[in-house]
């Protein structure tokens, strides 16, 4: 038996060994009125303003990797909201740190250690 195999073999069994929990399943709430489309909407407008708004700072460039379902949402989005790709994902990775600090704290903890 090969190596890959092996591992194949344990790592399945103790799959089957997992009592994993049942999902949680959610009715879906149907808007009552038009009111509520509204309000979603122009939290939607807000947004893409604050994303055109944003500003970058810098020169730095990194390359990254996506999926070809998101490269085409990307690819739509500069000719459809009038916003540049390169704002929106920067946006996207400033709003996500900022809302989430445990994660830079986290971060920075780990290169500590290193």
Known sequence: MANGDYISKLVQGVRSELVLPEPEVKPLVKSKSNETDKIGSQGIHEL??????????????????????????????????????????????WDFLENNPELVNEIKQSIQKL
């Open 48 to 93: 893409i303003e604050a994303i055109k708004n944003f500003e970058v700072n810098g020169d730095s460039k990194r390359l990254i990797r996506m999926d070809a379902r998101t490269e085409e949402v990307l690819k739509l989005i500069s000719p459809t909201f009038g916003v540049d790709v390169t704002s929106f994902v920067n946006f996207l990775c």
